[in-house]
Structure formats: structure tokens, C-alpha cells
């Protein structure tokens, strides 16, 4: 039997929304073993003079614990 834990993670770019889960899923699996899996929580944009300057996800990170 395994257990895993979920963690949740905020990761921005100045690109995409698709480039900010990218870019969060990569520095996770950086810190935390056994990586499973990651669902966006929440999407939100940063507005600079009437343009969008930043994206930024709320990831939820599934990993599996080690005994």
C-alpha cells in the first residue's frame, strides 16, 4: 500500500498558463520524490497598463511518500 500527499504550489510566467504549470511541475519534482501528478486550483493573470504581464497558477501536486 502507498500513501501520497498533495502540496500546493504557485508558479508564474510571463508566457502562458500552459508555461507556468510547466515551469511549477518541473521546480516540484526538483524538491519533492515520487512526483504522481499536479491539478491547476487556479489561474489568475497580472495587468500592467492594460496588458497582461504575468500568469499564475495554483497547482495541487500529488506525490507518494516513502516508507
Known amino acids: 500500500m502507498s500513501v ?3 502540496t500546493e ?3 508564474s510566467s510571463n508566457k502562458s498558463f500552459d508555461d507556468a504549470v510547466e515551469q511549477g511541475v ?3 519534482n526538483k524538491t519533492l520524490k ?3 501528478g ?3 486550483k487556479d489561474q489568475k493573470v ?3 497598463d492594460g496588458k497582461i504581464s504575468e500568469y499564475r497558477v495554483n497547482l495541487m501536486v500529488t506525490f507518494i511518500l516513502k516508507d
Open 4 to 6: 501520497a500527499k498533495v
Open 26 to 28: 518541473a521546480r516540484a
Open 38 to 40: 499536479a491539478w491547476v
Open 9 to 11: 504550489i504557485i508558479a
Open 46 to 48: 497580472t495587468v500592467e
Open 34 to 36: 515520487g512526483v504522481q
